[in-house]
């Protein structure tokens, strides 16, 4: 009897501490102002907003109902928490993010898995390659889920992963040409450790590097030598599948399952895949203070250059006709779409207004050496993105589910193109995600950090590339295949 009513006087003990260890009006009253903060960015600077709540199927009132509802119940930050997190989840969009701070623990393991972010201090230039690209972040990224090496008749380019980053080979088939295989596992130079460690000790016994350590500067010089040597490489890779037999290779298929994406180094990887001209793709903005910053930094660049008396003519038009396409993109991303009662009218899935302005290329038809020695020499894009196609064949993009962001631009662009089929399943629908580091929110009740993507890429035919590109050839996913089984079924698919 004695335990028993212990037992109760502990539990009614309990009882009141849970009582008194429950929110105050407050401190719900802040978290709910921390929902309408995040509604409100949404609103104002997620560029997927009009197209998630059409392919979702979203209403915008039930996610403000149920995401109160559960704040309403949470009874810890961390479950405030978990419904602004829930709220952004429904979007279904992996560039739409809302993370809470990582602590010291989640650093600790990342250092030790070997996933710790690049260390910004500067990189002495004693440092040998393999340490110092560690240091940028370098992280191997260049296998995926298909096993291409373990079929018969597949024979590997010889050299190692820094003459040959990207892994290939030639595969011979019984009844059909031999198909090239070529695997890119993420579209970022730093995806390839081997070539950047050689890279980085050409780098820092060359005269012209003169630092004892390498600054931001630096680091961008290097950056920069590192893609054109991944370009490089590239081209020499697929000038070798293409020599393995005497008629060479009939077909490349180029392999980006399970690829993330990556920087704008893909441009020049799509331009090496095929002869045929890649025209470049309309873009969106987010109608915000973000993109007025942006393209006015942009416009500012061409009125410099506009100014200066040794321009030819034809450079003069160039600059002249991109100039006017940037004040109206100017415009039109100072005047919002103004949505207040998006989050409690039954609005249903579409929107009154357009929350992203649409911007055509600026300059289509120059080339480099139109802008060389300009401020707008990023009109035309890189030098390097200029080089002619260094692969002559059938080609064939094989995609997955996985496959997302900057590889989604890799696909679509070729397939717009008519320079390639793609094989395999609906990509992860990403599409664009950042421009100057994006609009980041940040929430101090709940302490979440959200990131919103405020861009769009679209395709020919004026879809938003982030809701996914569609296969010309599906080859369904297979779950009870291994790496190898998925191989043979995916070149039987493709060789029929």
């Not at 609005?347 to 802008?371: K, N, Y």
């Not at 320079?419 to 979440?448: F, H, I, N, Q, S």
């Not at 890429?457 to 004026?462: E, K, L, Q, S």
């Amino acid at each position: 009897m004695r335990r028993a009513l212990a037992a109760l006087v502990l539990m009614g003990g309990l009882g009141s501490l849970w009582w008194l260890s429950r929110p105050s009006a407050s401190t719900r009253a802040a978290w709910v102002a921390d929902l309408e903060r995040l509604e409100r960015h949404t609103a104002t600077a997620y560029a997927n907003l009009g197209d998630r709540l059409a392919s979702r199927h979203l209403s915008p009132r039930e996610l403000d109902r149920v995401a109160r509802a559960a704040l309403a119940r949470a009874s810890s930050r961390s479950e405030a928490r978990h419904a602004l997190e829930r709220f952004v989840a429904a979007f279904d969009d992996a560039h739409f993010r809302a993370a809470a701070p990582v602590g010291a623990g989640q650093r600790l393991l990342r250092r030790l898995l070997g996933r710790e972010r690049r260390d910004a201090r500067p990189i002495p230039l004693a440092l040998p390659g393999d340490d110092a690209c560690a240091r940028f972040g370098a992280h191997d990224r260049r296998d995926g889920p298909i096993a291409w090496s373990t079929l018969d008749g597949f024979t590997p380019l010889d050299g190692d992963a820094a003459t040959h980053p990207f892994p290939a080979g030639l595969l011979r088939r019984a009844d059909a040409g031999p198909l090239a295989i070529l695997r890119i596992g993420l579209f970022d130079a730093f995806a390839f450790p081997e070539l950047c460690a050689a890279e980085w000790d050409r780098f820092r016994t060359d005269p012209t590097t003169p630092e004892a350590a390498c600054d931001e500067d630096c680091r961008e010089r290097f950056a920069t030598r590192l893609e054109r040597a991944l370009l490089d490489r590239l081209d020499a890779e697929l000038a070798e599948l293409a020599e393995l037999t005497t008629s060479g290779a009939n077909t490349l298929l180029v392999d980006i399952t399970g690829n993330g994406g990556g920087s704008g180094i893909v441009g020049a990887m799509t331009r090496a895949m095929t002869t045929r001209p890649i025209p470049p793709r309309a873009t969106g903005f987010i109608r915000h203070p973000h993109s007025t910053r942006r393209l006015t930094a942009m416009a500012e660049d061409l009125r410099t250059d506009l100014s200066r008396s040794d321009l030819s003519t034809r450079q003069r038009a160039l600059l002249g006709e991109a100039l006017l396409r940037l004040d109206t993109a100017i415009a039109e991303a100072a005047s919002p779409c103004d949505l207040p009662d998006l989050w409690s009218s039954p609005t249903g899935t579409s929107l009154p207004c357009a929350t992203i302005g649409r911007l055509e290329p600026l300059a289509p038809a120059a080339t480099a050496a139109d802008f060389a020695g300009l401020e707008s020499r990023w009109l035309a894009g890189s030098e390097d993105g200029r080089r002619p196609g260094a692969w002559r064949g059938e080609l064939v993009v094989l995609v997955d589910r996985r496959t997302a962001s900057a590889a989604e631009d890799f696909a679509a662009s070729l397939q717009d193109a008519g320079a390639a089929r793609v094989a395999g399943e609906r990509t992860m629908g990403v599409g664009c995600g950042y421009t100057d580091g994006g609009v980041t929110l940040e929430l101090p009740a709940t302490g979440l950090t959200v990131r919103a993507p405020d861009c769009v890429r679209f395709r020919a035919d004026g879809r938003n590339e982030a809701e996914g590109v569609e296969p010309d050839l599906p080859i369904a996913r297979n779950p009870g295949d291994d790496a190898q089984a998925a191989a043979r079924r995916i070149v039987a698919a493709i060789s029929s």
